[in-house]
C-alpha cells in the first residue's frame, strides 16, 4: 500500500530527530518549566494580589491566564527556530531538497512533507508545556487537548509564512531580523502575558489581526472553558485565511527553487 | 536552449539516445553540460525547443520521469549525518518502494559499489570515491531504465576513478542506458558508445570516440618540445610535414598517419626538438581541432 509522499519526506527527518531527540526532548520540558515557574509564579505573585490586575484576568490567578498563552507562543517560537536556517540550509547547503527533487517526488509534496515535519516539532514542544500545565493545579484543565490543537494550527500559520520566507531568500541576512522585528513583538504584543486590553486603543487592532493573538484566545479560552461558538469559528477563520495564501506562496517558492 | 535571464547556457543541442545506449557530453567547464543533464533529469524546465525522455514531456509529467531515472548530480548531496544505508533508504521511500524492499536493495548496491563493510558509519567520513559511488548505488534505488551522470570522477585520484569506471561499465553490460558528462577525454573514451563534443552551448560534432578521431584527427600525433618560448617560432620550419600542424604553448602537436616518419622528416630538416613523442589520436586533438582549445585549462 502507497504511503502519502509527506510522510515518506517525514521519515527522513525522523532519522535525523533520532540523533537529537534526548537534548531536544529534555529541552522541551526545561525551557517551558522554566518560563512557566518564572513568570507565572513571580509575576502572578505581583499580580496575584493586586485587585486591578485579577478583574482585569477575569478573577483568575495569574498562572491561568499565562499557562495557556505558552501553548500558542511555544508553537509560534518552534516554527521560527526550526522553519528559517533550516529551510534555506535544506536548499544552499545540505542539498536536501536538492536529493528530493530529483526523485519522484513534487515540489508541494516536499513542502507537505516539511510542515508535516514542523508539526512534529512543534508537537514535541508543545507537549511539553502541555504536561508542565496539567501538572499545575491552576492550568489543569480538560481543555488542554483541544488548546494543544489550537496551539498546533496557530503555529502551522507561522510555519508556512516563514518557510516561504526562507525558500525565497538567497542569503540568510534578513533572518535574525525576523527572529527580532517579527516574532520576539509578536511574542511580547500577542496577549500572552497580559490581555491586550491593557494596550493602548492604537496597538489593540494590531494584536487583533495577528495570527498569535487568535491562537493565545483559542487555547485560553478552551482551558478556561470561556470558548463561545462563534468566537471559535472567527479565530479558526482567521487562522485559516492566514494559513492559506503562505501555503500557497510555499509551494511556488519550492518549485521556482527546486525546478529552475 | 536554456536561458538563465539574458544569458543562454545551452544555445542548441539535437541529440537522441536509444535504450541500451552509453551516451557522452563531453566538454570543458562551463560548455553547458550540467544545464543539459539537468533538463534530461526533469529538474530544469526547458526555455525553448522540444524534450521528450520516454517519450514523456518533462513539463507535464516530471514526476514520471524522474521515477524512470537515476540521477548522480555534479555536486554529491548526499546526508553526511546519516549512514550509507540509510541514505539509500531514504532515497528509495521517497519513490514509495515499500520499507523492506528498499532495505534490501540499499544491500545489494552497497555490495556493488563495494562499500558494505562502511554501511554503518556516517557519510561523512568516506572518501570522495566512495561518496561518488554511494551516490551512483543511490541513483540505482529505483532500478531506472537510464542513469545519468554529470562529471563521475571529477576530484578523484586515478585509482578511485579506475573503480567507479569498473562500477558503470558493469552496468553498461546489465543493459542501463548511461548518460554522462566529463571533461576528461579518457572517460569518454572508455565508457561513451557515442558522445557529442559540446563546447559553449553547443554541439560542435557527434560520433563514437574512434569515428570523431578518424573524421577530425590524424591516426598518430607526433609531440614536440623545442623548449620555453621556442615552439612558435618552429613553426615555419615544420611547415609540410604532417597534414595540420597545432602550436601549443608547451608543444607542437605534428599530425600525421606515420608519427616516426614525421619524426624523421624533422630530423632531415635538421631540427633538434628537446624531446619528442609518438602517440595515438585522441578526443584531446579533436577537441583542439574543433575549437581551437584545450579540454582541460
Ligand atoms: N543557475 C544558473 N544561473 C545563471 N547562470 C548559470 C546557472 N547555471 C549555469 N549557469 C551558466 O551557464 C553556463 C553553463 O554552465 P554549466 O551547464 O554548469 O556548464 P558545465 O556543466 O559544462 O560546466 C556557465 O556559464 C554557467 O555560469
Ligand atoms: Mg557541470
Given at each position: 500500500m502507497a504511503t502519502p509522499a509527506s510522510v515518506r519526506v517525514l521519515e527522513m527527518q525522523m532519522l535525523l530527530l533520532k540523533r537529537i531527540w534526548k537534548t531536544n526532548l529534555t529541552l522541551s520540558f526545561l525551557q517551558p518549566l522554566l518560563f512557566f515557574l518564572g513568570m507565572g509564579l513571580g509575576v502572578g505573585s505581583l499580580v496575584n494580589d493586586r485587585p486591578s490586575s485579577a478583574e482585569a484576568l477575569g478573577g483568575i490567578p495569574y498562572a491561568s491566564f499565562l499557562g495557556p498563552g505558552l501553548l500558542a507562543t511555544t508553537a509560534m517560537l518552534t516554527a521560527a527556530g526550526e522553519s528559517l536556517w533550516p529551510v534555506l540550509g535544506g536548499f544552499k547547503w545540505d542539498g536536501t531538497y536538492e536529493a528530493m527533487a530529483?526523485?519522484?517526488?513534487?515540489a508541494a509534496q516536499v513542502v507537505r512533507g516539511q510542515f508535516l515535519w514542523l508539526g512534529v516539532r512543534m508537537g514535541i514542544a508543545v507537549g511539553g508545556v502541555a504536561i508542565v500545565l496539567a501538572v499545575h493545579p491552576d492550568t489543569r484543565s480538560w481543555g488542554i487537548a483541544p488548546a494543544v490543537a489550537a496551539a498546533m494550527l496557530c503555529g502551522l500559520v507561522f510555519t508556512a509564512w516563514i518557510t516561504a520566507w526562507a525558500a525565497s531568500?538567497?542569503?540568510?541576512?534578513s533572518f535574525s531580523n525576523v527572529q527580532r522585528l517579527v516574532i520576539t513583538p509578536l511574542f511580547l504584543f500577542?496577549?500572552?502575558?497580559?490581555?491586550?486590553?491593557?494596550?493602548p486603543d492604537v496597538l489593540r487592532p494590531i494584536a487583533w489581526v495577528t495570527p498569535l493573538w487568535h491562537g493565545v484566545e483559542m487555547c485560553r479560552g478552551f482551558m478556561l472553558h470561556t470558548l463561545g461558538g462563534v468566537d471559535l469559528a472567527l479565530h479558526t477563520l482567521v487562522l485559516v485565511a492566514w494559513l492559506i495564501p503562505g501555503w500557497i506562496l510555499c509551494d511556488r517558492f519550492f518549485a521556482k527553487r527546486l525546478y529552475r | 536552449m536554456k536561458r538563465f535571464g539574458d544569458f543562454e547556457a545551452v544555445k542548441g543541442i539535437d541529440i537522441d539516445v536509444s535504450p541500451g545506449e552509453s551516451f557522452g557530453f563531453l566538454g570543458?567547464?562551463?560548455?553547458g553540460k550540467s544545464s543539459t543533464m539537468r533538463m534530461i533529469a526533469a529538474v530544469s524546465p526547458v526555455s525553448e525547443g522540444v524534450l521528450r525522455i520516454f517519450g514523456l514531456d518533462p513539463a507535464h509529467d516530471g514526476s514520471a520521469i524522474r521515477n524512470r531515472l537515476g540521477v548522480v548530480p555534479q555536486a554529491d548531496n548526499l546526508d553526511?549525518?546519516?549512514t550509507p544505508l540509510d541514505n539509500l533508504i531514504i532515497y528509495g521511500r521517497y519513490f514509495d518502494i515499500p520499507r523492506s524492499e528498499c532495505i534490501a536493495r540499499a544491500r545489494e548496491l552497497l555490495d556493488f559499489v563495494q562499500l558494505s563493510d562502511r554501511s554503518?558509519?556516517?557519510?561523512?567520513?568516506?572518501?570522495g570515491g566512495m561518496k561518488r559511488r554511494l551516490t551512483i548505488a543511490r541513483g540505482l534505488m529505483n532500478r531506472p531504465e537510464m542513469l545519468l551522470l554529470d562529471e563521475?570522477?571529477?576530484?578523484?585520484?586515478p585509482q578511485a576513478r579506475h573503480v567507479l569506471w569498473d562500477r558503470l561499465y558493469r552496468l553498461k553490460q546489465q543493459g542501463v542506458t548511461l548518460v554522462l558528462t566529463t571533461h576528461y577525454m579518457d572517460e569518454a573514451e572508455q565508457l561513451c558508445d557515442r558522445l557529442v563534443v559540446m563546447d559553449a552551448g553547443r554541439i560542435a560534432a557527434e560520433g563514437s570516440p574512434r569515428e570523431l578521431i578518424t573524421r577530425y584527427s590524424t591516426r598518430e600525433v607526433l609531440e614536440l618540445r623545442f623548449g620555453a618560448g621556442q615552439n612558435a617560432d618552429q613553426e615555419s620550419s615544420l611547415?609540410?610535414?604532417?597534414?595540420r600542424l597545432e602550436v601549443l604553448a608547451d608543444r607542437v602537436l605534428v599530425y600525421a598517419d606515420d608519427g616516426e616518419a614525421a619524426l624523421r622528416e624533422v630530423h632531415n630538416r635538421g631540427l633538434q626538438p628537446e624531446s619528442s613523442l609518438v602517440r595515438r589520436s585522441s578526443l584531446e586533438d579533436v577537441f583542439l581541432r574543433l575549437t581551437g582549445r584545450s579540454l582541460e585549462e
Open positions: 530529483a526523485t519522484r517526488l513534487t531568500r538567497e542569503y540568510d541576512t500577542g496577549g500572552a502575558f497580559y490581555p491586550v486590553d491593557s494596550l | 570543458p567547464n562551463g560548455a553526511g549525518e546519516l554503518a558509519g556516517r557519510v561523512d567520513s568516506l572518501s563521475p570522477t571529477t576530484g578523484l585520484d611547415i609540410g610535414i604532417g597534414e
